[in-house]
């Protein structure tokens, strides 16, 4: 009887703890700690999916990464302060449960005063004039529409700006809610005192409950002379954002925009940016860098900015009349003159808003060319660019992907619509010419593609004649081979010795976030010559860049990005004057764009192709764009290789 008992009481134990693991196993996330990845969405977080982004909840939502925990000079006096404090002033007054409503008061009040953190030159920004006024009520709609934003920052020895960034955050999440943000920040090989401020930065999300991961990664060679910024630029930008894949993939948080925070930029202003990308559906909205020089201010990031002909910004000083504005295009620089947004081939210049929907959730990356000389070898080939790929930034890169799959994405619609099944080769772009995305088109219009194949059956003349005038040639250009490699491709001595006379003496970081992207000034005006425009008879019949569905990218004028020091106010002063102008159109006539214009035929080359880190030396040249050939050697591609 005995023996009977026990053997039912182990199967009673047996099946208890089967059914706490079976419990743990569906209901529960993983109890192994997976720290700093974000953890699984087990069957209670689905139900209980009001607690999106609860810190309190899910420890894993605020994590450090690579903090250098080694002791140092001050590790023993640190150590003591903290616990002369507790000893002295906590720990006496903790004599039970009836007096931790004294601590908590104490937390709270902390962080009513966190929450008003202004920074110093953030405190400049209520005082600042803008034109058809700016108040807070005027993004009470954002509030109320309780979307999550994603935060990104690439730290690079910014100690001089990273606490006005830091007020900047805190007032976001004042607006919008300490759990509808999503602070990563990555620190990449700084060498000033940026892990310092990022120990303040951490203390201060973890007390107001804002969610964060913040990572500190080393340089990718220690060889100055073999590193190459783009592929630096896009590893860094694609690590910063590995939290927003996590989530989205592991407890299907998505996230309404991802703010890409650079130097400094008012609160008011980048809410401002988010509501010009919602008006305007746009898949990518920048604000402006202005960076100082000589007492003046100069537009910076030309690198990565071009207008909607693909020409790149001049360097405009912020006191220039508006028709000297950066863009050169008459559409962009007339909006310009009105502080209005308007639509470009690509830009990045400071703050941006990037819609995550349009983008990085369809699989979007920033990646860079391989077709760089890496000087630090000996064996070096030399690379004909005439009809190479342009090796310029990671935006650059992400903006022309940013067209390819609009255009892409207008093709399916059409092919949806329409009813039609392609039978070309198995190739997506065996339509033909249906895919009418001219200016003025809305995304809701798709236009009936049956005269238009029509058209091109029968070889319709005016319709080739179009195509003929907007095709750039695709095949090699002798002349321009033998321009670029009388300028461009010298013995690689002289290129490292140019490389290491762009540096700066003294501190190597002393610059960073300067208008080091900028070419040099080559006239009074600041303004340099634009590369000789690319042979645009046609070799091969193809379709029109603006036959596709564009892409939209806007610059808005008004979000300005600024560095260290208070002279964001003058700029200020200098872009839109000391009074206010609130006679203005309502805000939805101002900022949504009628007119989309398509892909420019070809645009201006600025490229990096030796190695020698983010100051090496750039050339220009103008290249062909075509969204069919381009979009036709994807396809191709993948027929080849296959799924």
């Keep these: 009887m005995a023996g009977l008992f026990r053997r039912r009481s182990l199967t009673r134990v047996f099946w208890v703890v089967a059914l706490a693991v079976l419990g743990r196993l569906l209901f529960f996330s993983s109890a192994v700690p997976e720290s700093p990845q974000i953890r699984r969405q087990g069957v209670l977080d689905l139900v209980a999916g009001s607690d999106r982004l609860n810190v309190q909840k899910y420890d894993f939502l605020q994590v450090r990464i690579g903090r250098d925990e080694r002791p140092d000079f001050f590790s023993d006096v640190i150590r003591d302060g903290v616990d002369d404090f507790w000893d002295r002033f906590e720990k006496p007054y903790i004599t039970d449960k009836s007096t931790s409503h004294i601590d908590q008061q104490s937390v709270l009040a902390a962080i009513e005063q966190l929450l008003t953190l202004n920074g110093w030159v953030a405190a400049l920004c209520p005082t600042l004039s803008r034109p058809f006024g700016q108040s807070d009520n005027a993004y009470d709609d954002l509030v109320r529409s309780n979307h999550l934003y994603f935060v990104g920052m690439v730290i690079h020895s910014a100690d001089h700006f990273l606490v006005d960034q830091l007020a900047v955050i805190v007032q976001m999440a004042r607006r919008l809610g300490t759990q509808n943000v999503f602070v990563s920040m990555l620190d990449y090989d700084s060498s000033d005192s940026t892990e310092t401020l990022l120990d303040l930065c951490e203390a201060v999300l973890t007390l107001l409950g804002v969610p964060f991961r913040i990572r500190k990664f080393p340089p990718m060679t220690d060889d100055p002379t073999a590193a190459y ?43 401002e940016t988010i509501m010009v990308s919602q008006a305007n559906s746009a898949a990518m909205v920048c604000g402006m860098d202005w960076a100082e020089n000589n007492g003046f201010f100069i537009f910076s990031d030309r690198w990565r900015t071009r207008d909607i002909n693909g020409d790149q910004f001049r360097q405009s000083r912020s006191s220039s009349a508006a028709s000297a504005g950066p863009p050169r295009d008459p559409a962009g620089a007339s909006r310009y003159s009105q502080h209005l947004p308007f639509q470009v081939f690509c830009c990045e210049s400071g703050t941006h808003v990037v819609d995550p929907a349009q983008t990085y959730y369809t699989g979007l ?118 321009r670029a490699d009388d300028d461009n491709l010298a013995k690689r001595a002289d290129d490292v010795g140019h490389a290491q006379r762009q540096r700066p003496q003294g501190d190597d970081d002393g610059n960073v976030g300067s208008d080091f992207d900028a070419m040099p000034d080559t006239d009074s005006e600041g303004d340099e010559p634009a590369p000789e425009a690319v042979d645009d008879s046609m070799d091969s019949f193809s379709i029109p860049n603006s036959m596709f569905r564009p892409a939209r990218i806007l610059v808005n004028p008004r979000c300005v990005t600024t560095y260290a020091g208070v002279s964001h106010a003058q700029l200020a002063l200098d872009l839109f004057g000391p009074d206010k102008d609130d006679d203005g159109p309502g805000l939805r006539e101002k900022y949504v764009l009628d007119d989309w214009e398509g892909a420019p035929e070809s645009f201006v080359c600025q490229e990096q192709r030796f190695t020698g880190g983010r100051k090496a030396p750039k050339t220009q040249r103008r290249l062909g764009f075509s969204v069919h050939a381009e979009l036709d050697r994807a396809e191709s591609l993948e027929v080849e290789v296959g799924p």
């Design 229 to 271: 910024y783009p592929l630096e630029e896009a590893h860094t930008r694609n690590l910063v954002l590995e939290p927003l894949y996590e989530l989205y993939q592991k407890r299907k948080i998505k996230f309404h925009r991802v703010i890409w925070l650079k130097g400094f930029t008012c609160p008011n202003d980048m809410f």
């Design 365 to 482: 990356r920033y990646r860079a060319g391989t077709e760089f000389v890496n000087l630090s070898t000996s064996d070096a080939a030399v690379r004909r660019p005439s009809d190479a790929p342009c090796l310029d930034s990671s935006q650059a890169f992400f903006c022309r992907d940013l067209w390819l799959s609009a255009a892409r994405e207008g093709v399916r619609e059409v092919e949806q619509r329409a009813g039609e099944v392609n039978k070309a080769g198995g190739r997506g772009l065996g339509l033909g010419f249906n895919l009418g995305w001219g200016p003025g088109a809305k995304p809701t219009e798709v236009p009936a593609n049956a005269d238009a194949r029509k058209r091109a059956k029968r070889g319709d003349s005016e319709f080739a004649k179009r195509a003929d005038d907007n095709l750039v040639k695709r095949t090699d250009d002798s002349k321009l081979a033998k």
